[in-house]
């Protein structure tokens, strides 16, 4: 990366461009009138992109759900600003989610204000216009100058792009200060836009009622999900040909395989990777990555491409890195894989989303108990005063998916986690037992074994529909499919 600070210049902020110079800010050199001058001449300028986002309609369908619950307020949407990774580098840009629900719109420091018009709202994008060559930030600006960081939609570009009403960013300030309605603001996003207006006892509200809209899928949201997940099966099917390289070399190989195929596929993966190979595995979100890779051991990979349209898979397989299960292996394997299978098959519009988690754990308490691991019978371990199968799976069966990883967070309990399952709800079932290396409750040839199998379900009208189907689930399947895959002798993605 170019360096781009200096020592510090004098700068006269009351006469930033004067006969002979162009003052560019502290730190920056100031800018010969004469350079100002070649540098923003003589370019040629194109027409502007008419193509329009494949989202448009939906956004717009999802402004107007949103405006109908909240008449006669004034809605400030922000997706945020670029996050400092060390001093003057930002880490990649990603949009706010529930922003870019409403918008599809990718550009960092963007507002979507929503003014009551009648009983419905008018929407207007706030971005900033482009620093390109009529401006010294063209050149000068080293975070947003595109000759720096390329060109971003201006107020033009972007109200073709996104089929919305567009204004500079610069005019934000004033409109929401001369606001005629109470202003209510997604908060937490954009400090200088928290700023903008008092608290407003709807604020809560409205990070809530975006998350419960966001819990049904549209079809364009289907779409982008199912393409993240068919990215992640070609990821998935890049480790195990990486497995015999990364086997001396480590986790960070199985890691670093996965993500190049996220990079290649889409915008990135949708959370950080966990590759965790032999008692890595009983560690429940082990994302250190810098553990052995040893032949006889299992691999728990959970991983996910997130893809440009920010739509994330979430899909956990556990791989026996030699390509064939140990019969201990294979004894704990079978037990998740029925719990997972109870779960998937409780998944059914009108369902308490809680049902799948109590059909897997069923399972688990009864294989834990067959172990001889658990001594209560699993009528006594599921108790809600006992609950000591909990020992060998502490985490839940499920969680919702879309552009989070843990999507519709904020949505109220009666909506998620107490409420009942719909058709266009799309969440993750994926049980899993964790035995640790040294826990002495556990016969020994088990210690050090983690499993978990996870995939991303869809409500459907009648059921479900398992969109991770593509990768194979049961062990005789996986052990046939990785010694097909080291057959073909393909390279894995980048080696």
């Known amino acids: 990366m170019s360096e781009n600070t200096i020592p510090e210049v004098d700068v006269s902020a009351e006469n930033p461009i004067s006969d002979n110079w162009v003052w560019v800010g502290p730190h920056r050199p100031p800018s010969p009138r004469a350079l100002f001058d070649l540098m923003t001449s003589q370019w ?14 939906h956004s717009a369908a999802r402004r107007a759900a949103l405006s109908a619950l909240f008449p006669g307020v004034t809605l400030v949407i922000p ?52 620093r390109d060559h009529r401006t010294h930030e063209f050149y000068t600006d080293a975070r947003y100058g595109e000759l720096w960081v390329g060109p971003r939609r201006g107020t033009k570009e972007a109200a073709i792009y996104f089929s919305i009403a567009t204004s500079d960013i610069a005019k934000l300030q004033a409109d929401i200060e001369n606001s005629a309605s109470p202003v209510v603001t997604l908060r937490g996003y954009d400090p200088s836009v928290d700023k903008l207006a008092s608290a407003n006892e709807l604020d809560t509200r409205l990070e809530q009622d975006l998350s419960e809209l966001r819990l049904v899928k549209d079809a364009f949201e289907i779409t982008q999900l199912q393409a993240a997940i068919d990215f992640t099966t070609k990821g998935f099917e890049d480790v195990v040909r990486a497995l015999p390289v990364a086997v001396g070399r480590g986790e960070r190989v199985i890691e670093g395989i996965f993500n190049l195929r996220a990079r290649v596929e889409g915008n990135d993966v949708g959370y950080n990777t966990i ?12 994302m250190r990555n810098d553990g052995e890779v040893r032949m006889g051991d299992l691999l728990l990979l959970d991983a996910g491409v997130e893809c440009d349209n920010l739509y994330t898979a979430d899909v956990t397989r556990t791989l026996p890195i030699n390509g064939t299960f140990s019969p201990a292996q294979r004894k704990l394997y079978e037990i998740v894989l029925r719990a997972q299978e109870a779960g998937i098959a409780a998944v059914k519009p009108g369902a308490k989303f809680l049902d799948p988690n109590e059909a897997a754990m069923q399972v688990l308490a009864e294989g834990l108990f067959e172990l001889g691991i658990l001594k209560d019978a699993p009528e006594v371990s599921l108790r809600k005063d006992k609950q000591s199968y909990r020992r ?26 107490f409420g009942e399952l719909k058709e266009g709800f799309v969440l993750t079932v994926e049980p899993g037992l964790y035995f640790q290396a040294n826990d002495l409750t556990v016969p020994k040839e088990y210690r050090g074994i983690g499993v978990r199998i996870e995939d991303d379900i869809m409500v459907t009208a ?34």
């Open 79 to 130: 997706t945020g600003n670029p996050k400092v990774r060390a001093n003057d580098t930002d880490y990649n840009f990603r949009a706010g989610s529930d922003f870019f629900y409403l918008t599809g719109c990718h550009e960092p420091d963007a507002v979507l204000v929503m003014t009551p018009n009648g009983a419905t709202h008018t929407a207007v994008l706030y971005v900033a216009e482009r």
């Open 462 to 495: 009648t059921g479900a529909k398992n969109l991770s189907a593509g990768l194979p689930r049961d062990p005789d399947e996986i052990e046939a499919w990785m010694k097909k895959l080291w057959a073909d002798g393909v390279p894995a993605l980048g080696l």
């Open 275 to 286: 590759a965790a190979s032999g008692s890595d595995a009983t560690i429940l979100h082990w």
């Open 44 to 57: 040629e300028v194109a027409e502007p992109d008419t193509t329009v986002h494949p989202a448009a309609a």
């Open 392 to 417: 060998y799976t502490l985490h839940g069966v499920s969680h919702m998916l879309g552009l989070d990883v843990h999507d519709c967070a904020h949505a109220r309990d009666d909506q998620y986690y």
